[in-house]
């Protein structure tokens, strides 16, 4: 959510700052603006909706300066307008701000004491305002930030800039990543390093609640107790933070063609030449009693897949749950318990903050995360990273087939520490999976005729059994993020136990189902959906075609497949729906509306 770039520079600030915005859109937003430093003036230009409008204000209003700060807006407090936008400047202070200020009434009210006026609905304009007073209190703009910073509650990632100050910004952080990018002669800010991609490849993240002051030739860090900090420099994989669409009309079309090549990243990094499944060391089943697993959203739907794998395959209880309500329930941790933390960017505010209620009390953390310097990642014990590379559509493809695909290898290595007997043919069969999906992925135009009548429905039923549950949860949840059309995922064993009084002729389902043990039940309950006018979209292998495909509206026939590996594989169509059904509708499949990427606020 939102997006925070900045930039102590040798050229001018403007065009650096609107690049760098660009490739932080996939974190979603409504407005964007950017202040810059010129002649000692502090001046700043924003406008609503996509940056291509910003640009344009830009042609007519130039914004020159070398010095400058930016930000993408995803609406919080207050509507998306002109006035909410950020920068908010008050007074020789300009700030840009990720996260949310809970106490900013408070210090709105304690503002109004003080006859300073309020223009916004923002929570921001209060951080700006505050340090502002205190700059005319007689405070330094460092002091002012600083003193500004300790009196807010919340999450928050800031940079602040100042009007005759043209060597210094400063940037603060707690509860949102934030990191600074070290160039020749130029120092830089940005929410994450495929903003400061472009500038340079040595990047220092913040930790929680540094309070960093950067010249063009000097960054001093001090940490929550105002003491002095060494943070690492690190040096990111210039390759890895590429963003661009290859060709592909949308970054979702080429995400779900880069699953196979992705698939193949994840398998060679947890796999040796001779095949065999490899772990970090310190990850030992043998140890482990209990899995907890926690997620949100996409990430949420692969742990329930997994917790199939974990407990059938290698007999370990696991307990699946939401990082929002986790968190707030406070559950006994038993002894024994490994706490597995799924996250594609490894910010998710809620799953972090659960990561931080299970410190001390689980055996040992883990993270599943895409980016390997999160916040999850710093925070675990063990770090297990994707390998899916840089994930850009607000809708998750890549990144979950990877999330499953390092999950059931997780599985099996549980199994074979454990002493359980492995599926037959496994791991070896996991070799298999990139050409599975590839094969998959030509039932493209299947998908798509069937896509062009879902467009026109109100309503759409999901359904699967197994572990196919969770791809049914997944499927529905794809289809509204993108298409905006009524979805919801069910066990078909639940059918008669409620979902089935909305079938009618108007009511499409899609029923994933490979042929395994319990396709005839599966079938049954398509049956029943027939029986009542409702067109079933069949999603199975040739077998089950051959056995169930009479009677169906569309069959999208998918390879044959290990049914251990049919989680992975049945995620290509259910992408492919929602893609193919928000084309047709029109709908924006990058940037839905109303979500972002990553969700740093609660």
Request: proline share 4%; hydrophobic share 45%; with cysteine.
């Amino acid at each position: 959510m939102c997006g925070i770039i900045g930039v102590l520079g040798n050229h001018e600030a403007a065009p650096i700052l609107v690049e760098a915005l660009k490739r932080l859109e996939y974190r979603g937003y409504d407005s964007a603006g950017i202040a810059t430093v010129n002649r000692g003036a502090l001046a700043r230009r924003r406008a609503v909706g996509k940056l291509a409008n910003l640009s344009d204000l830009l042609v007519h209003e130039p914004l020159a300066g070398k010095s400058g700060i930016g930000h993408t807006r995803w609406a919080t407090h207050g509507a998306p307008t002109v006035g909410n936008a950020h920068p908010h400047k008050a007074g020789s202070v300009a700030v840009v701000h990720n996260g949310i200020i809970e106490n900013f009434k408070e210090l709105r009210e304690e503002l109004s004491h003080k006859d300073i006026r309020f223009s916004t609905d923002t929570d921001t304009e209060t951080v700006a305002l505050l340090c502002g007073y205190h700059m005319s209190q007689g405070l330094d703009p460092v002091d002012a930030a600083r003193t500004t910073m300790r009196a807010l509650e919340g999450a928050f990632a800031l940079a602040f800039l100042f009007e005759g100050h043209e060597d210094l910004m400063i940037a603060t952080r707690k509860g949102s990543p934030l990191a600074i990018g070290h160039g020749d002669g130029e120092m830089f800010v940005g929410s994450d390093a495929i903003a400061l991609a472009p500038f340079t490849d040595q990047i220092t993240y913040l930790e929680e609640d540094d309070f960093a002051v950067l010249t063009r030739s000097s960054l001093t860090i001090w940490d929550k107790h105002d003491m002095l900090a060494n943070r690492d420099m690190r040096q990111i994989v210039l390759e890895s933070a590429r963003v661009d669409k290859d060709g592909h009309k949308h970054f979702m079309a080429k995400e779900i063609a880069e699953q196979p090549v992705a698939l193949d990243r994840a398998l060679n990094a947890y796999t040796n030449t001779s095949g065999d499944i490899t772990l970090p060391e310190e990850l030992d089943f043998t140890k482990i009693e209990r899995l907890t697993m926690v997620a949100c959203g996409t990430a949420y739907y692969a742990c329930m897949v997994a917790k199939y794998w974990f407990e059938t395959i290698a007999r370990l209880p696991v307990e699946v749950d939401v990082a929002s309500e986790f968190r707030y329930r406070e559950p006994p941790v038993p002894a024994g318990t490994l706490a597995l933390f799924v996250s594609q960017s490894g910010e998710t505010a809620d799953t972090l903050a659960a990561l931080r209620y299970m410190e001390g009390k689980a055996h040992q953390i883990a993270g599943l995360v895409n980016v390997a310097e999160s916040s999850i990642a710093r925070g675990s014990d063990v770090v297990l990273p994707l390998h899916a590379g840089p994930e850009i559509s607000v809708a998750s493809t890549k990144a979950f087939t990877c999330q499953l695909t390092v999950l059931l290898m997780l599985a099996i290595r549980a199994a074979q520490q454990r002493g359980m007997a492995l599926p037959e043919g496994m791991p070896a069969d996991l070799r298999s999976l990139p050409g599975l999906i590839h094969q998959a992925l030509a039932t493209e135009q299947q998908v798509k005729s069937s896509s062009r009548d879902l467009a026109k429905a109100q309503d759409i039923i999901f359904l699967g059994r197994g572990q196919l549950y969770p791809l049914a949860l997944e499927g529905a949840l794809k289809l509204k993020e993108l298409s905006y059309i009524h979805a919801e995922g069910y066990a078909s064993g639940e059918l008669k136990h409620g979902p089935i009084a909305l079938i009618d002729e108007k009511v499409p389902v899609v029923v994933l189902a490979p042929r395994d043990a319990l396709f005839e039940k599966t079938v049954s309950n398509m049956q029943e959906v027939m029986a009542r006018g409702g067109k079933v979209i069949l999603v199975t292998d040739a077998e089950g075609a051959r056995l169930a495909g009479e009677g169906t509206h569309e069959v999208i026939v998918m390879p044959q497949v290990p049914n251990t590996l049919a989680p992975i594989l049945y995620a290509i169509p259910a992408q492919q729906i929602a893609y193919f059904t928000a084309i047709a509708k029109g709908t924006d499949v990058d940037q839905p509306r109303n979500l972002a990427k990553s969700v740093t606020v609660e």
